[in-house]
């Protein structure tokens, strides 16, 4: 457990934290650590005189000397792991610099440097972060648990490492995902760092390179699967809801097979998410929405290809399928405007479909008249050619994918396409913002999963909307935490999404992107926060006194980077 005591004001601000750690011990906890900026009573009481050098800094100071040193790091890679070695001694000034250089860094520590970050992981470890269940530990679980440095926990980030990006089966390096999330939570939700688990459930991978490497550091075994994975799981479940009740459980980067089933079997019986499919999904609503207002074709007018039928794909597709009956379509309405095609080509009845995909499958008489050159597996191309989709989305991984033929077809047909090449890392963007400018003469609304530069086209650099799931998931799992709420239910995912949308730049200007920048997305979570807050409390979800107003619930879970004063215990 971290050895402190926090000591509020009468307004309920912090006034002064209590440790009785002392020295070396003190400098070596990066939750404690202030580094130079201990002042000369806390280097006195606390034994640190002659252990720092004599100048006493701000904050601001430290974090422009950081700055600096960032600067001198060539590579994306190096970047990130300058970032991670001062986040494991001095957690506040991390923090600070990070929020300070958003926009810079958060690709640097988040999507899409981590990609690299996870498959280094066994190369790259230096210190322990998280927490690590192993399969063969699977009965110590809740001791594991009850190993937490943190006493109060409200948000867990878990992944078992099977679908990393676009990069797929990392095994034990998914726990640098769960700790990037984490740190986004921070930045860009305000959530405490010093209440929270990243947790990585080594279940052994089926990567052959990692599992023939010397120096892999996780289980050497082949992936579990089926009962005895569904076993370990709720075992997992079982032991999170008895020891940490309270806690939001968020699910990153589970295998498409297991991620809907998990979500399914779960939502109701704790406050639990899955980012790739419901992050995602409220994300690229917000897009489409917002590009639908500036478009002016109504949501259940627009016809949506989707590109990629796994997980975020589809998770996609039932965002979409419920906005539409919202805007008063049936569900086999909205079902028969969306098309979803994975490697095979478009999904079909006679295709091999996973459960949550058949929803979406094209009977032969949906394209009974359509010319095809291959009945047996319809490609982009032959879909955008027949459909005529207003909305283009990719989540494939396939680079490229969305080729100069296919969206001159669909431009073909609509004056402002939405086009969102969401694939991660960048090198596996469906396609560039550029090459969409010029093929649509400018006129596509357009979204990316990864960070682009402005584009230039005809003269004018064009900023382009990053759909980062960094807009979503700090505000939904605030606003779940400042409440306290049993669940996570649809509706308060609608309504995150709805203040998504009303935060688009488009909606004020038409020529402006979908989403603010990454620099807004502190601001834009709160708004996200205080949505569904609101909404857990009206469906009475909420679990706090109902004469505490949510914004001030909201703000009392707000955590600030800044030092504050020392006392010994």
Request: charged share 20%.
């Amino acid at each position: 457990m971290l050895d402190l005591k926090t000591v509020r004001n009468s307004n309920g601000e912090i006034a002064y934290i209590e440790t009785p750690l002392m020295g070396n011990d003190l400098l070596g906890t990066p939750k404690l650590n202030k580094g130079c900026a201990f002042t000369r009573e806390e280097r006195d009481m606390f034994h640190l005189v002659g252990l720092l050098p004599h100048q006493i800094e701000t904050i601001e100071q430290q974090v422009a000397r950081m700055h600096a040193q960032f600067h001198e790091h060539k590579t994306n890679i190096g970047k990130n792991i300058y970032l991670n070695v001062l986040h494991d001694y001095n957690e506040t000034l991390f923090y600070k610099l990070v929020s300070q250089h958003l926009e810079e860094m958060l690709p640097i520590i988040y999507t899409p440097t981590i990609g690299e970050a996870v498959e280094r992981f066994s190369l790259e470890h230096r210190k322990t972060r998280g927490y690590y269940i192993s399969y063969p530990d699977r009965d110590q679980i809740e001791k594991i648990l009850e190993n937490r440095l943190p006493s109060e926990v409200d948000v867990i980030v878990v992944t078992d490492g099977e679908a990393i990006l676009g990069i797929g089966d990392q095994g034990i390096g998914g726990i640098n995902i769960s700790s990037a999330k984490l740190m986004v939570y921070t930045l860009c939700g305000g959530i405490n760092p010093h209440r929270v688990m990243p947790i990585q459930l080594d279940v052994g991978t089926n990567n052959q390179q990692l599992l023939a490497d010397p120096m892999y550091l996780g289980w050497r075994h082949e992936r579990m699967s089926g009962q005895a994975y569904d076993d370990f799981i709720d075992t997992f479940v079982q032991a999170v809801k008895k020891k940490l009740p309270n806690a939001f459980l968020h699910w990153e980067d589970i295998g498409r097979d297991n991620s809907r089933n998990i979500l399914s079997r779960y939502r109701n019986e704790l406050c639990t998410f899955n980012d790739d499919m419901q992050g995602t999904g409220v994300v690229t609503l917000s897009c489409i929405l917002a590009g639908a207002e500036a478009s002016g074709i109504p949501l259940p007018e627009h016809r949506v290809v989707i590109l990629g039928a796994g997980t975020a794909g589809v998770g996609i597709a039932d965002q979409i399928c419920d906005a539409m009956q919202r805007h008063g379509l049936s569900a086999e309405q909205a079902r028969s405007r969306i098309w979803l095609l994975d490697r095979t080509g478009l999904l079909t009845e006679s295709s091999e479909l996973l459960h949550f995909q058949k929803p979406y499958a094209k009977s032969s008489q949906d394209i009974n008249n359509w010319s095809l050159r291959d009945s047996h597996q319809i490609e982009l191309y032959e879909v955008v050619r027949h459909v005529k989709p207003t909305i283009l989305i990719g989540c494939s991984t396939a680079a490229g994918a969305f080729s100069e033929e296919i969206v001159k077809t669909m431009a073909a047909h609509v004056k402002h396409p939405l086009i969102f090449p969401l694939s991660n890392p960048t090198e596996k963007a469906e396609a560039t913002p550029e090459d969409l400018l010029v093929w649509t003469n400018g006129n596509a609304l357009i979204a990316t999963g990864s960070p682009f530069a402005d584009a230039l086209f005809q003269d004018r650099h064009i900023r382009i909307a990053q759909s980062n799931n960094a807009f979503a998931f700090p505000g939904i799992g605030l606003g779940a935490i400042a409440v306290r709420a049993k669940h996570l239910s649809d509706d308060m995912l609608w309504e995150a999404t709805q203040a998504l949308t009303r935060c688009s730049p488009i909606m004020l200007d038409k020529s402006a992107p979908l989403l603010p920048k990454l620099s807004e997305a502190k601001a834009v979570c709160q708004q996200v926060a205080l949505a569904v807050a609101k909404q857990a409390r009206k469906e009475g979800l909420a679990q706090i006194d109902d004469k505490i107003d949510v914004e001030t619930a909201i703000r009392r879970v707000i955590w600030e980077p800044k030092y504050y004063p020392y006392r010994k215990i």
